[in-house]
């Protein structure tokens, strides 16, 4: 069982937005502004998305946000396209013992 | 263009010790500015954290695998590794290696680049 708790499925369809959300505790997401968003393509690299909440690494289109209430994460895809289907993970910061914590992944599915 | 590239068996047998190296092409993995880390995704479950190295030999380990885990780095080569000990059936997996940064102000917690991963499967 995962540490962070995300949604298995969500879905939209081509132009919608989609928000998956990402549940930890105090001790990881809700104590640090360190969570992170993998998108994930089966047999391809992990590609890195989303870090420090809200900051996009070069090249990942604005369509990709991220934000944080409490101890719920959310990334948001607005404009949905079908490339943008796929596995994505949330990770977190959980302190200078555990490190780095991660979701189970949810399945993003374009209508 | 940077890379990452894990190899090693794809089959290991109960109680023995799971190897796979990590090669890092187009950037040395010297650099002051990365950790380089090990991750695992068991079939149909979410990502897990390993370890982590720096170049200078400095390891960060997850503490559920703690004693059974050692990371090291080879700067001649450009590589690093990991080692598992007295797996079973609970360590089959997809093994990543990927990179962290380090800023000034400390290690960062998110892993911008990735290797494809390799499948390791403990079985008798």
């Known amino acids: 069982q995962s540490a962070l708790t995300q949604p298995p499925s969500a879905s939209g369809s081509p132009g919608q937005s989609v928000t998956i959300s990402c549940t930890g505790t105090?001790?990881?997401?809700?104590?640090?502004?360190?969570v992170s968003w993998y998108q994930h393509h089966p047999g391809k690299a992990p590609k890195l998305m989303i870090y420090?909440?809200?900051k996009r690494p070069s090249g990942v289109p604005d369509r990709f946000s991220g934000s944080k209430s409490g101890n719920t994460a959310s990334l948001t895809v607005s404009g949905l396209q079908a490339e943008d289907e796929g596995d994505y993970y949330c990770?977190?910061?959980?302190?200078?013992?555990?490190?780095?914590?991660f979701g189970g992944g949810t399945k993003l599915t374009v209508l | 263009q940077l890379q990452l590239q894990e190899s090693g068996p794809g089959l290991v047998k109960p109680s023995e010790t799971l190897s796979l190296t990590c090669s890092v092409s187009?950037?040395?993995?010297?650099?002051?500015?990365?950790?380089w880390a090990w991750l695992r995704q068991p079939p149909g479950k979410g990502l897990e954290w390993i370890g982590s190295?720096?170049?200078?030999?400095?390891?960060y380990y997850n503490p559920s695998l703690k004693s059974r885990v050692t990371i090291s780095v080879d700067t001649s080569m450009n590589q690093f590794s990991l080692k598992l000990s007295s797996v079973t059936a609970a360590d089959t997996a997809v093994y990543y290696c990927?990179?962290?940064?380090?800023?000034?102000?400390?290690?960062?917690?998110?892993?911008?680049?990735w290797g494809r991963g390799t499948l390791v499967t403990v079985s008798s």
């Open positions: 990927a990179r962290h940064p380090l800023h000034h102000y400390g290690v960062q917690w998110y892993f911008d680049l």
């Open positions: 187009g950037d040395s993995i010297s650099s002051s500015s990365y950790y």
């Open positions: 190295i720096y170049y200078s030999g400095r390891t």
């Open positions: 105090s001790s990881d997401v809700g104590g640090y502004n360190f």
């Open positions: 420090e909440v809200i």
């Open positions: 990770s977190s910061y959980a302190g200078s013992n555990t490190y780095v914590v």
